[in-house]
């Protein structure tokens, strides 16, 4: 950005990142001129000014909906494709986005405030499910659910627990829970 009067302003921010970053030119950068430029709404970081954009949409949404469940194909009326970076939030915290900055702990607790789910729709589907399983066999005894029989909020748990016998894509640590609660693998 060039001012009216010819003053490269972007270049001499871009500068002031770089020192900010890099912790040098202490002596042109001085820690009143850093309060000063703070003060003004200094952002050092870019990468952080989009992620607060989007994290106040995330707010916005949340306040509206009452979950921070949002579709993947979600656009808010700003434009801000916020399914995307939701499940872009996920990835980087789950290690699965390469090259991305990873999030921080403040970032962390500020989307765990909003009711954040880690894991994908599927893993969510998946535990839950578990959950009902757990609760049957906590109330029954053991896990010879009937194929036909659906909790009570409408979980087909016998359904859902003939498939994991045969479901080749489960997981050691999702084989370990289901074990855990009585799991007959072979009917």
Known sequence: YVCEDGYR????????????????????????????????????????????????????????????NVPAAYVDANGLKLGEWINRQKQIRNGNHKNSVPLTEGQIERLDMLGM???????????????????YYNKYGDLNVPVSYK???????????????VNEKLTEKQRDMLNRIGMIWTK
């Open 9 to 68: 302003l972007g270049s001499w921010i871009a500068n002031n990142r770089t020192w900010h970053t890099n912790n040098s030119c202490a002596n042109v950068l001085t820690e009143e001129r850093t309060k000063r430029l703070e003060d003004i709404g200094m952002i050092w970081h870019k990468n952080n000014a989009v992620w607060e954009r989007y994290y106040n949409a995330a707010v916005e949404y949340c306040e509206a909906h009452g979950h921070l």
């Open 151 to 165: 909790t009570e909020n409408g979980i087909q748990l016998g359904r859902w627990v003939a498939r994991q016998r």
């Open 117 to 135: 789910v880690w894991c994908s729709k599927f893993e969510k589907q998946w535990n839950d499910k578990y959950e009902a399983a757990k609760d």
